[in-house]
């Protein structure tokens, strides 16, 4: 669904899915600070992960910072 603006109301229609792209941009390494990286880029990360955390069972490798 996209939201369309026609005359000061929002209209939503279906997007071919042809028209549809995304975006993805992810860094990973052994030793930054995803802090500093959301302050450089001045946006927020959709999942950070840092390197020797333990979740869902297992240990995390390196440190993450996605968006």
């Not at 939201?3 to 052994?30: E, M, T």
């Not at 880029?41 to 979740?55: F, M, N």
Request: aromatic residues 12%; hydrophobic residues 35%.
């Amino acid at each position: 669904m996209a939201s369309i603006f026609n005359r000061n109301k929002i209209v939503k229609r279906k997007v071919p899915r042809k028209h549809q792209c995304r975006v993805y941009f992810a860094l990973g390494g052994d030793e930054f600070v995803p802090e500093e990286v959301t302050k450089l880029l001045g946006i927020e990360p959709t999942k950070v992960s840092y390197k020797g955390k333990s979740t869902k069972g297992y240990m995390i490798r390196k440190t993450s910072w996605i968006f």
